[in-house]
């Protein structure tokens, strides 16, 4: 009975462990509609972030149907410290703190589509790109500092700090390629990482990812190059 007692604590452990994988040419895929399906991922740097940007492959047939989360990155001091969010008939919202500014869009194309987001706090302006193509920027949030100890989920958006979420609010599809970087990239270096580049990520590295999936999602070969 003891020994049966060690054997299960041990697999309780590495459930709760967040894998550590080079997750080159994969996708997480949400295969259906859930308020417990998720990805969270561990953070490589762990400091407050005064600039940043996020990059990510996303592939859904939501946009006209519904509003769903793309990327939460939640704090303890705020539940959408960064999020990128795409609301139906709207288009994309970007957060910082709890602030947001839409970048307006008819519809995500039902076929893969790269997105990278943008801020710094020395100036509040933030900038967004769907497919190597920039939006106009914007001003949000001049001189705040987004916490540590992130939360930072994929899948569902945070309303509480790890938690709180909503189905309706879920993503359904596929979802790759997410990098994060403590600084603002050029120009040059979002084109870069669009044709498939890579830049050492210092924040969350797709190719040195730590992560802890929950629920339904499933690791399967991303369907773009």
């Known amino acids: ?22 997750m080159s040419k994969r996708a997480f895929v949400f295969p259906k509609e859930s308020d417990t399906s998720y990805v969270s991922l561990e953070a ?28 939460s990155y939640a704090t303890q001091k705020n539940a959408n410290d960064i999020l990128i969010f795409w609301r139906k008939d709207k288009g994309y919202i970007f ?36 497919d190597g193509k920039p939006k106009v920027r914007k001003s949000l949030q001049k001189g705040y500092t987004v916490g540590t100890n992130a939360s930072i989920i994929l899948g569902q958006e945070q309303d509480s700090y ?13 979802i790759g390629d997410v990098n994060m970087w ?14 498939g580049g890579t830049l050492s990520p210092s924040v969350l590295n797709w190719r040195a990812l730590k992560y802890k999936a929950q629920g339904d999602v499933f690791i399967k070969p991303q369907l773009w190059s």
């Open 95 to 130: 957060g910082v703190g709890g602030p947001e500014v839409l970048f307006t869009s008819s519809a995500i194309l039902e076929a893969p589509t790269h997105i990278c987001a943008s801020w710094e706090s020395a100036t509040g302006i933030v900038e967004f790109w769907v």
């Open 162 to 174: 790890g938690g709180n979420f909503d189905a309706k609010q879920s993503l359904v599809g596929d």
């Open 44 to 71: 490589q740097s762990k400091k407050p972030l005064n600039a940043f940007t996020v990059c990510l492959h996303i592939h859904t047939a939501l946009s006209t149907i519904r509003s769903f989360s793309i990327f």
């Open 1 to 22: 009975m003891e020994k049966l007692r060690w054997c299960f604590l041990i697999m309780i452990s590495f459930s709760q462990a967040f894998g550590h994988e080079d």
């Open 182 to 195: 403590d600084f603002v990239l050029s120009p040059e270096h979002i084109n870069t990482v669009y044709v």
